[in-house]
């Protein structure tokens, strides 16, 4: 397993339509779309957390709590831990556009459906 880095979830949640990176909270980056938050991470961290449903966060924590867990703070509200050394590209990359998803204004989103891939 490769995993994954605090660059490659810069890259990704960045190339979705509106998002934008906020320095706060010390060294952590917030990636956010709308003036709402969808992803949170720091280059000296392990680990990232992106917005979830409470549904989808319990999902993916019994299916590898090794590489999931309920984020501290956020996890009441379904925001998920991801472990990056233990998720490959492909899976993060879902993650995270669940997660701008779910924060976007739907003219975002709808435009991204309609993008050939």
Do not use: N
């Not at 320095?23 to 680990?47: C, I, L, R, S």
């Amino acid at each position: 397993m490769a995993g994954a880095t605090f660059e490659q979830v810069r890259r990704i949640a960045l190339g979705l339509p509106g998002a934008e990176e906020v320095g706060t909270w010390g060294t952590e980056t917030v990636f956010q779309v709308g003036g709402k938050m969808f992803a949170v991470a720091a280059p000296d961290e392990p680990h990232a957390t992106v917005k979830a449903t409470p549904d989808e966060q319990a999902s993916l924590v019994a299916r590898d709590p090794d590489t999931y867990a309920v984020a501290p703070t956020t996890g009441r509200f379904g925001w998920v831990r991801v472990e990056l050394a233990r998720i490959e590209l492909p899976a993060l990359r879902a993650l995270v556009v669940a997660a701008w998803r779910a924060a976007a204004p739907r003219r975002l989103t709808t435009g991204y459906d309609t993008e050939p891939t």
